[in-house]
């Protein structure tokens, strides 16, 4: 069964500072995705990482993947208050039924503080 | 244009009442899914769906819940004799084809007190 941490689950940082938040995976997977949710909102897709040693940069949010460490990361650079939400890491695998079947990660709190 | 949309946004039931959520996704989207996201944790997947055929519902959790997709377009989960532990965000997700990248709805709040 595939699982799927992230940490950590809580993280309130000030303004300007940099910080990483990680996501491990159990098993090989096809694709991993990075998204965002606002209190009371739906997911929003940040990142969809497809391969090894993938790298993707939106602002200041900087997503990376090693598959042979099942481990993802996502940079947080001279953080802002607007980037205050939960994240959650998502990996994408083939089901018996030959559908994808996302498996979310629990969700990272992230709370920036002016 | 026009992405996911579902009703209603929240909805209370009393403990048994049966409960219909609707699911609206975007337009020619063949994919179709269904999650359950409980207070403060992540989306769990429920239900697949390729046009009108339901191909997945590994994930339900029980046959209290049920779901359809009949003109292959408009989904409607249905939970039968609602418990407490029912109360969740319910989300749909389409997605253009298999292994595109899926597009999620607003979600529909679901409370049983």
């Known amino acids: 069964e595939l699982k799927v941490e992230q940490n950590p689950l809580f993280l309130s940082m000030q303004e300007g500072k940099n910080y990483t938040i990680y996501c491990n995976y159990s098993?090989?997977?096809?694709?991993l995705y990075w998204y965002r949710q606002d209190p009371g909102k739906s997911l929003e897709s940040l990142f969809v990482?497809?391969?090894?040693?993938a790298v993707k940069q939106e602002g200041r949010l900087m997503a990376s993947l090693d598959t042979k460490a099942r481990l993802s990361t996502l940079h947080i650079t001279a953080a802002v208050h607007d980037l205050s939400a939960t994240y959650f890491c998502a990996v994408d695998k083939i089901s018996n039924f030959g559908n994808e079947k996302l498996t979310f990660g629990t969700g990272t709190r992230l709370t920036i503080i002016p | 244009g026009a992405g996911v949309s579902q009703s209603p946004r929240y909805k209370v039931a009393k403990r048994g009442q049966d409960v219909a959520l609707r699911c609206d996704p975007i337009?020619?989207?063949?994919?179709l899914f269904w999650y359950q996201q409980a207070l403060g944790q992540g989306p769990e997947f429920l239900t697949y769906f390729q046009n009108e055929a339901q191909l997945d519902k590994s994930g339900l959790p029980s046959d209290r819940f049920f779901a359809e997709r009949p003109e292959g377009s408009v989904s409607t989960l249905k939970i039968q004799r609602t418990q407490q532990e029912d109360s969740a965000v319910y989300l749909c997700?389409?997605?253009?084809?298999?292994?595109?990248?899926?597009?999620f709805g607003p979600g529909t709040r679901l409370t049983v007190t």
């Open positions: 098993t090989t997977s096809d694709r």
């Open positions: 997700a389409s997605s253009l084809h298999r292994s595109y990248e899926q597009y």
């Open positions: 990482l497809l391969s090894n040693g």
């Open positions: 337009s020619g989207h063949v994919s």
